[in-house]
C-alpha cells in the first residue's frame, strides 16, 4: 500500500436495490483508470467493528498490498460537524467480492444479515456498471463522433484535392487532423493540474479541487478525459491551465 493518498478524478455513491448507498471513486493509477471503494463507510453500515477490519485488510497479503488510501469529500454532520475531504482505505472493486465474501452471515447481527447479503449479491455488478459500463459508453460514443468527423474530413479532402489538384501536402494536413495528445503532452498536463489543485487546496477549497480542475478543463475541450484532448489543441489547453496557475499564484501573493 502505498503511503501518498490517491486523488480521484470522479466521485460517486451507487444506490443499493433497497437504498443502501455505497461510496466509489474513479482514481487514474499510472495508465489505467481503477474503481476504489472506502472500506469504513461499509462496515459502519453493516455494524462491523472497524478496527478489526482495518487490521485485517492491512495483515492481509493480498488486501493489504492493494489497498489504498484515496481521498473522498464528505459532507458535514446534521448539526454542522466534519465534512469535506477525507481520507479512506479503500480497497479496489475486484477484490472487494473478496473482503465482502470473508463475512459469515451468522456471525453478524441479526438486523445487518439482510444488508450483508445484499452487500455480496449487488456491489460489485452495479458499482461495474455505474463507473466502467458508463466510460466504456462514452469512450464508444467518443469514437463513433471521431469516426463521423474523420468522415467528414475525407469528403472535404477530397474536394480540397480536386480544387488545388493534387495538393498533397493539404491533403495530409487535413488527414492527421483528429490525433490526440502524446504521453509527453499527457505528462504535462497533469502536472499543472496537480500544481493547480495544491493551490486551490491551499485556499480550502470545500470540493475536491483535483476533480474540480480536471472536469473545468476537459468540458472546455470538449471531451470525456483529458487523453482525448486533440493534439492541434494541446497549446489551447496548456494557455488555459498555465492562467489559472498564474492567477491563483498572483493571488496567493497578495493575500487574497
Known sequence: MSTEPLNPIEQREVELSAGDRVLAALVEVGDEERVYVPVRPIC???GVNWP???RRIR????LGEE????????TPSADGRG???????????????GWLFGFQVSRVKKEHREALLRYKRECYRLLYEAFYTRTL????????GRVDTLEN???SAALVVGALQGDVSQLKRLLTVG???????????????KGIADLLTERGSTTNPYQGVWGELNRRMGVARYRDIPAEKFSEAMTFLDDWHQQLVRERSSGG
Open 44 to 46: 459502519e453500515a453493516l
Open 52 to 54: 478489526s477490519q482495518s
Open 59 to 62: 495483515d492481509d497479503d493480498v
Open 67 to 74: 489497498a489504498q488510501g484515496v481521498v473522498m469529500m464528505t
Open 83 to 97: 465534512g469535506g475531504p477525507q481520507t479512506y482505505l479503500s480497497l479496489p472493486l475486484e477484490f472487494l467480492h
Open 137 to 144: 459508453a462514452k469512450r464508444v460514443g467518443s469514437v463513433e
Open 153 to 155: 474530413r475525407v469528403d
Open 179 to 193: 490525433e490526440t495528445i502524446g504521453p509527453s503532452q499527457q505528462s504535462a498536463i497533469k502536472e499543472t493540474v
